[in-house]
């Protein structure tokens, strides 16, 4: 069974500048999360998608968004990008029918923001 | 106070020693608890996980649930240096967002 896939694996952008980063779901894997991981903050939670709606939203400026598609695949965006939001983002999943947090994680898009 | 709270580290243990890896939480309606190994430079991937109180036993892993102290635990016997990576506690409530809360995590070095 395939994981799940991160792209791109490693990215550099400037000051002001958008990325989109793509996330492919384990096979029947519903849910998709989005992580913001730093040395300082620790894994930060950006946003859930199940069944492409937002279910769940963390505390992050609008700057920062997403969508799922209907194969369950999922995009995040950052637009006018700052220092601070150089970071691990990760992408993580779910099929579990009860909340009990079982996620599987892809190996992140490691953002460098200059 | 962060919901889950966690020592960062670095812990550094030689090769063979039982290594003990700890979270406290304030939130009691936490019921599901999760243990995450991280290598550099990957994602997360869970390593153990337990419902409401009690122990979980997985090889050289043992997982500890104190819900009465709000206090979790790893313990890692006969420690190896492929051991050597961040451990991320989280956990969830039974009900509402499906979202777990995670600690920062606390990096393990397993010298030889």
């Known amino acids: 069974k395939a994981g799940v896939t991160q792209t791109p694996r490693y990215l550099i952008k400037t000051r002001g500048q958008q990325v989109t980063l793509s996330c492919s779901p384990i096979?029947?894997?519903?849910?998709v999360s989005w992580y913001q991981q730093t040395p300082g903050q620790g894994l930060q939670f950006l946003f859930e998608?199940?069944?492409?709606?937002?279910?769940n939203k963390g505390n992050f400026p609008g700057r920062f968004s997403g969508r799922q598609f209907s194969n369950s695949r999922s995009e995040m965006n950052v637009s006018t990008l700052e220092l601070g939001d150089s970071a691990l983002y990760l992408c993580?999943?779910?099929?579990?029918?009860?909340?009990?947090?079982?996620?599987?994680f892809g190996e992140g898009s490691r953002l460098t923001v200059l | 106070q962060k919901e889950v709270e966690q020592d960062p580290g670095p812990l550094s243990v030689p090769e063979g020693a039982i290594v003990s890896l700890n979270c406290t939480y304030s939130?009691?309606?936490?019921?599901?608890f999760m243990w995450y190994r991280q290598y550099s430079r990957k994602g997360p991937e869970l390593l153990m996980y337990?419902?409401?109180?009690g122990n979980k036993e997985d090889g050289r892993f043992t997982a500890q649930v104190d819900k009465s102290s709000k206090y979790i635990s790893l313990f890692i016997r006969d420690s190896q240096p492929s051991d050597s990576a961040t451990y991320l506690c989280?956990?969830?409530?039974?009900?509402?967002?499906?979202?777990?809360?995670f600690g920062r995590g606390t990096s393990l070095i397993v010298h030889p």
């Open positions: 096979s029947g894997h519903r849910s």
């Open positions: 989280a956990m969830t409530t039974s009900g509402g967002s499906y979202i777990p809360t």
């Open positions: 939130n009691s309606a936490f019921q599901y």
């Open positions: 998608y199940f069944s492409e709606t937002q279910r």
């Open positions: 993580a999943t779910s099929g579990a029918a009860l909340n009990t947090g079982e996620l599987f």
């Open positions: 337990t419902y409401s109180s």
